[in-house]
């Protein structure tokens, strides 16, 4: 690394100019995905805390899913279940203890309602964070603190009467914030809405352990087959996500962004580290003319990109992260090993790609170049 190290020794404004640009990168990439991150959480985190391999819908997004009672009766009397618990999700409007707990005929045609002094959630009927009894809902602290209320105050939805209490831990469903309740109290609510058919949201189960493949048909085969059935799709609790209409959507724009950010870092330090090693070439010659191998130059060169990279990646990490945590509580933003860490290495790896195409002025230097033949 003689020439590498003598080089950004002498020509430090250039080293800073490189290292500052994909400091600057980098800083975009980790703000892009801690931002992407922390929307995706409001989207998604009441979902992912569900229990269960399997949740099973009945129709394409969890807000259009309403499960009869025959459907969860095909799958809690199917010998492939080993356990099934019933899921309620409704989104309308808890008021709170100033509000006017008579106001069932509020409610809108798609479940929502208005209430000067409520706010909207989602509520989860059944869920393992519900209240054991009922009467009670159980508050994410955002949704508290919208309300104004703490543990045993009271709220009501569609005029039923609920005791809170304040989870530890904020939960959200499709960026709205998710209140937990008993399913007969999801059921009391679905009545008053006038859908007494709607005996469940989603279910979550898991696979019974001596579940085997029969006749050749595997067991997830045989799963499929029972969701055929039952008019009813069964996914991984992870492919589930897709099934939240507003993540889906929102989560492909943010990812796309992301992706193409990283192929424009990859062809910028590409770009910037051809120039540089092309205004070497005259020294790389002298050196291959003194008998210095091919392979130890581009190891030379490979060594000063992966110094420039470490640099201004490391700098564009530390100052996301530090960023992170000051806008945490006003934005959502998470800062995590994959919204820090991962960019990280997939910056570094992707701009060495990218230098590793300017190599080529290395490995095709003329000796006779030093001699001054070519000049």
Known sequence: MFLAWRDMRFARGRFALITGVVLLMTLLIGLLSGLTGGLAQQNISAVRA?????VVLAAETFDESELTDSQVEAWSDSDLVESVREVGILRFTIDGPEAD???ADAATADGTGTSGSGISAAMFGGASDSPSRDGQVA?????????????DDHVSVLGIDLAVDVLDDDRWYAHTPVAYVTMNDWHDMQTRLGRDDVAATALTLDVSSGAADAGGTSVSEQIDALADESSTTASSSLSSLLAIASFRSEIGSLLMMVGMLFGISALVVGAFFTVWTMQRTGDVAVL???GASTPSLMRDALGQSLAVLIAGVGGGILLTAALGLAVSGVVPFIVAWYTTLLPAVLLIALGLVGAGFALRSVTQADP???LGTAR
């Open 139 to 151: 508050l994410s602290p955002q949704a508290a603190e919208d309300l104004g209320v703490g543990d």
């Open 368 to 370: 006779l170049t030093a």
């Open 50 to 54: 569900l229990d269960g391999e399997r």
């Open 288 to 290: 291959k003319a003194l």
């Open 101 to 103: 707990p008579g106001r």
